[in-house]
């Protein structure tokens, strides 16, 4: 098995979150670790804690131009991906972009097509979809053990990730021209992307948000969704001041049963639950040991000395780098995201309900 030699673009939090990733796979014998890079010398400082690349510099581009680098992973603010997304393909490397791919509809149109067109292997950083929570709920769908999801609720929010509501973090989330917006995109695109994971393809939306807390993007937005196959579903976004909490509860309904599930952004967390209702039982509710254990085999995992999925979804890129196959989830999984929060924020904004289709056939 040959190592792919990667080079990491962004050591912020998530640079470093998936730093601590790359170190684990460094031991796996599945990743050398050539490069980091950010403008921050302290941030670089923090990567190289975690996963110990033969370098760091404040360039992105040396990194991406090096040509020992093979594969670049891109975890800078959201208005960069575009650029340093580009720069990648040009070197021929495959990627795997942090979300949102970038801050506005145009742009994510745009990205996702050069990436097609490239033909090179290329991921989007949505680790939630490795959650064995997320897993274990599609089963359910696709196996008809509840019989056929009839409609859902889905709630997550987190605190607000600006220096003003947390001393000493970045501040660019807060900022439209940097994030292209707030709760919805920065946060909940990650739910997007489950929801069209589990449920299919979005067909209709209608929405609303607010911004409590006086920035130019939202901290609050409500969405009712419809899916292609008929299912419909609510989903509630917060950014609040409550410093620390990250949690998403979804619940399931089908139609001889419902599902209730609580996750968390961490390997172990203590609020994740899954617990299932069917007629005449009384409730399950399943072991999260067991159930991590039997996701970590299908995945064919020996460690569990990871604390984010964002491991798993690395692997997985890593894997399909080697191999030089198409990676899930993949640019095209993150239009339909994209496109679902792009018809939510056409929504408030006039109103009315928007249709995803109209959305997708459109660059305004």
Known sequence: MEAVRVGLVGCGVIGQIHADGLRLLVEDGEV?????????????KAALHNCAFRYTTSDPHAVIADPEVEAVLVATPTHSHGELVRAALEAGKALLCEKPLAPTWREVQELVGV?????????VGFHQRFHPIIQRLQDSVTSGELGRPMAYSLREDQFWPTGDVVPGHSSW?????????????????????????????????????????????????????????????????IFNGVEGREMRRLEVFFEHGDVETTSDFIVGAPEDSYMVQRPAQPEE??????????????????????LFYTYLADRSWVHAVRQGRRATPGFDDA????????????????????????VLGQTG
């Open 32 to 44: 050398v670790a050539v490069a980091a890079a950010d403008p921050s010398e302290k941030a670089c």
């Open 115 to 123: 990436v097609a067109a490239s033909g090179l292997t290329a991921q």
């Open 173 to 237: 989330r807060s900022q439209r021209a940097s994030a292209g917006g707030g709760a919805l995109l920065e946060h909940s695109i990650h739910a997007a992307d489950i929801l069209c994971f589990l449920f299919g393809r979005p067909v209709r939306v209608f929405a609303r948000r607010r911004s409590m807390f006086g920035y130019d993007v939202e901290d609050v937005a409500a969405l009712t969704i419809e899916h292609e196959g008929g299912v419909v579903g609510t989903l509630l976004t």
């Open 285 to 306: 509710r399943l072991d999260q040991v067991s159930l991590r254990d039997a996701h970590f085999g299908r995945h064919g995992l020996r460690r569990r000395d990871f």
């Open 335 to 358: 239009l339909m995201a994209h496109a679902l929060v792009e018809a939510a924020y056409r929504s408030a904004r006039d109103g009315t309900a928007a249709d995803v289709a109209e």
